[in-house]
């Protein structure tokens, strides 16, 4: 029955809820009590026993109240002896002061009245265990004690902060009687993270990802063992390190175990002669080898090292696994390229491009099992890559006797956190260029002449070239190369134009004539004239206008 604020209402005839026991003489309902909130999610549950049956049946409240039918209940425990085990139970508070509600049954008719109490816990689930595995057991001192007649809790009777458990013999010496107090022994909570296994000396914690156990003994070691292809990492909690783990349990403790996947490494010969290594965790490398660079990347890209192929073996299907490449940084290798399955587009998929020391370059980057960059396209634990490093060289055309170049931003897929810096760092005319720190505006340090270029630098048009590298770095993370190619344009008119960069495309503000050159993965060079400000203007493809 339900209250409200006028109280309880509702009949036996029109109950806010029932169940009805399962037999003849079962005597379900022997015992009915509040067990306090045993999954903690803010409403009351309730307990019904039969001793006649040996068993007991839990039903957890909600926002309609209490579900579920005697065939249906959130949880049941019994027994197969003619021990009376349900005939008591109740709410024992929380004893291991978890923030779940625990539930203590008995049996005092077990081994000739003897009598058993049983303790099981709540969790985020609900209670756990059975009769065969509660989380804490005890059997009276003699026959005919009817140990366990009676059950409840305590209350926190030495103040440590943990209930504690009270239980009831009324056969002891001739039905004089006698009264159990226990204290909660401090609990110990472990959780792993990550391969690996968790056990505990003395005997009680073996746990999957979390586990719980109460110790009579106050000093527990805990000892972590990593799993095939794991290596364990440390202990957190109220435990640090690599080694054992020793805790004395005057309160209740919690520990973490966290293992890692070990990396495999494989080492490779790029298409110059330099060795790499590519570094995978939760893999393992089949096969890896390299070849020629693909003819059709897109433009102001290269690959220099070559094409980059590997297969990728038992790794858990559907997952992403990172991935970490180390060439020589005298490639300038500035992204990692992936030609989508699906749309044929290459992507960068480099999450990080950094130095690792004087000498090599970090390529971070992922692909998932199945994924748009998973050449056989299934999540069967196979991933299969073709791909490559990169240099990305952004390629502007800029007026001649006009000494402003680019607008330079971070590449929007490369991982620059904070507010980026700027700084001209080599290419062979970096003399000749100047970079503002905190707007990357580029600009030439003198105007440049296109009769008098001072390079014999030209492009595939023969206009003059001239290539710079800037570097740029994140406030709180993350660097990034570009490399920017130059081709002067012949302009008699004098007239400038401010060129805007952001991504691995090219744009043009208009502003007298302006020209427009298209990033197409084909290599073919687009233009766009505008001519005055009538708005008219003249496209080329090719050989088509």
């Avoid at 070849?291 to 890209?301: E, H, K, Y």
Wanted: hydrophobic residues 35%; aromatic residues 10%.
């Amino acid at each position: 029955f339900h209250g409200s604020a006028n109280g309880i209402s509702g009949t036996t005839a029109n109950p806010a809820w029932y169940a009805v026991g399962e037999s003849a003489n079962g005597y379900f309902g022997t015992v009915v009590a509040g067990a306090g909130d045993v999954n903690n999610d803010g409403y009351a549950d309730i307990v019904i026993g039969s001793g006649v049956l040996h068993k007991v049946w839990a039903f957890y409240g909600s926002s309609n109240g209490i579900t579920g039918t005697r065939d249906t209940p959130d949880w049941s425990a019994s027994t197969a002896g003619s021990d009376a085990f349900g005939l008591r139970a109740a709410s024992v508070g929380d004893l291991n002061n978890d923030g779940y509600a625990d539930l203590g049954v008995s049996a005092w008719s077990y081994q000739i009245q003897t009598g058993k109490a049983y303790v099981f816990r709540g969790s985020a689930n609900g209670l756990t265990g059975d009769s065969t595995a509660p989380a804490w057991s005890n059997v009276g001192e003699n026959k005919y004690d009817g140990y366990g007649y009676s059950i409840t809790s305590a209350g926190d009777v030495n103040g440590d902060g943990f209930a504690d458990l009270l239980i009831g013999a009324f056969g002891v010496n001739d039905q004089t009687g006698k009264a159990y107090v226990y204290h909660s022994a401090p609990g110990l909570i472990v959780h792993k993270r990550g391969g690996g296994t968790v056990t505990s000396v003395p005997a009680g914690i073996d746990c999957d990802d979390s586990c719980f156990a109460d110790f009579s003994s106050s000093v527990v070691t805990l000892t972590a063992t990593a799993d095939s292809g794991y290596q364990f990492q440390q202990w957190s909690g109220d435990c640090t390190g690599t080694g054992s783990c020793i805790v004395t349990l005057e309160t209740r403790k919690v520990v973490t175990a966290t293992f890692d996947k070990i990396a495999v490494a494989q080492v490779f010969t790029t298409t110059q002669g330099t060795q790499g290594i590519l570094e995978v965790e939760g893999a393992v490398f089949s096969s890896i080898a390299t070849s020629a660079a693909p003819t059709r990347l897109p433009r102001g890209v290269r690959m220099p090292l070559g094409t980059l192929a590997f297969t990728l073996n038992e790794v858990t299907p559907g997952a992403t696994v990172p991935l970490r490449l180390y060439v020589d940084s005298g490639a300038r290798i500035s992204g990692y390229y992936k030609q989508h399955r699906e749309t044929g587009a290459w992507v960068n998929l480099a999450t990080q491009v950094s130095a690792f020391d004087s000498t090599t370059t970090q390529i971070d980057f992922s692909l998932t099992d199945g994924g748009p960059f998973d050449t056989d396209g299934a999540a069967n634990g196979v991933i299969v890559d073709p791909g490559g490093a990169v240099e990305q060289w952004l390629t502007p055309l800029i007026r001649e006797n006009t000494t402003i170049v680019a607008q330079l931003e971070p590449l929007t897929d490369t991982v620059i956190s904070g507010t980026p810096t700027y700084a001209i760092s080599g290419g062979p005319d970096a003399a000749r260029f100047a970079v503002d720190a905190t707007s990357g505006l580029l600009r030439f340090q003198t105007t440049p002449d296109y009769e008098q270029p001072d390079t014999v630098n030209t492009d595939s048009l023969g206009r003059p070239v001239y290539t710079v590298t800037v570097t740029i770095d994140g406030a709180v993370s993350g660097t990034q190369q570009q490399t920017i190619v130059v081709s002067l344009l012949d302009d008699p008119e004098t007239d400038g134009v401010i060129q805007h960069l952001a991504g691995d495309y090219t744009a043009y503000t208009p502003g007298g004539t302006a020209e427009y050159v298209d990033a197409d993965p084909a290599g073919d060079l687009t233009t766009l004239a505008t001519v005055g400000d009538g708005g008219k203007a003249s496209f080329a493809s090719g050989a088509l206008t």
